[in-house]
Every structure is written in structure tokens, then in C-alpha cells.
């Protein structure tokens, strides 16, 4: 398996910034001609990790999202969302659908779930104080 693509890119931490990361990956994607669905499952599932970052990670601050990004000779796409913020104190309670650390009603806590509907594989990990790593892996269909 060779890499045939790869990019790295770093936005600050701000809600606007969710839809450049989306855009960016749609961007990238771009050269392997991925399927409209595919695609939308990328998109979306990158959103959602983008937006771990913002809300949850860095809460009220602003500071970096880091994203890098493979695509392999096999079709494989690997994203890697990875944040330096407050990290996930027990991750496979955080995965749970419906659970959110959000007290405000404004979080559903579907954002692992959504992810790992689109993606063929999710992994997180993280520590606290230190931040989180989101790995999302797509195989696609495509040719490229």
C-alpha cells in the first residue's frame, strides 16, 4: 500500500473554519474522483470531528485544529482530525450515541455515531490536558 496523495493543514479553532476543512477535504479528494456519496460521507464525517474540536475541545478559546489527510494506491482515504485541547476523559463513554458533555441542550452527542455510520473505521484517542486524535478511514469505490 503506497501513499499516492497527501496533505496537512491547520486552521484555527473557529466555527466558521468547520466548512473550509470540509471544502479542503472535497478539494483533495478531488484527484481520485470519489463518488458523490462517498464524498458526502467524508465531508460529513470530518465536519463532525472538526466540530469536536471547536465546541468541546478548546470550549471557549481559540486555538488550532490539525488536519492530515492519505489517499493510498489501494483507495484507501485516511483523515486524521487532531486537536491540543482538554482531551476525552473516558472515550468509550464519549461514543456512546446521545451522550454529550454539553448542558446547554445545543449538542444531540450524535457526533461519534455519525461518524462511524460514513467511515469504515473510527479511531480516537486522547489524554487529558494533552488532546485528541480522531482517525477516519474510507475505502472507496473508485477507481482514481
Do not use: W
Not at 99 to 120: H, I, K, P, W
Amino acid at each position: 500500500m503506497n501513499v499516492i496523495n497527501e496533505m496537512k493543514l491547520s486552521f484555527q479553532s473557529r466555527s466558521s473554519n468547520e466548512a473550509f476543512a470540509r471544502a479542503a477535504i472535497s478539494g483533495f479528494l478531488t484527484c481520485i474522483d470519489p463518488a458523490v456519496d462517498e464524498l458526502a460521507d467524508i465531508k460529513t464525517a470530518v465536519s463532525e470531528a472538526v466540530t469536536n474540536c471547536i465546541v468541546h475541545a478548546y470550549k471557549d478559546s481559540i486555538s488550532t485544529v490539525y488536519i492530515t489527510a492519505a489517499i493510498y494506491d489501494n483507495n484507501l482515504v485516511t483523515i486524521k482530525i487532531r486537536d491540543k485541547g482538554c482531551g476525552i476523559e473516558n472515550i468509550q463513554k464519549a461514543m456512546e450515541p446521545m451522550y454529550t458533555t454539553c448542558n446547554s441542550g445545543e449538542r444531540a452527542g450524535l457526533g461519534f455515531a455519525v461518524m462511524q455510520s460514513m467511515m469504515d473505521t473510527v479511531k480516537v484517542t486522547s489524554k487529558l490536558g494533552k488532546g485528541t486524535t480522531v482517525i477516519l478511514k474510507k475505502r472507496l469505490n473508485t477507481k482514481g
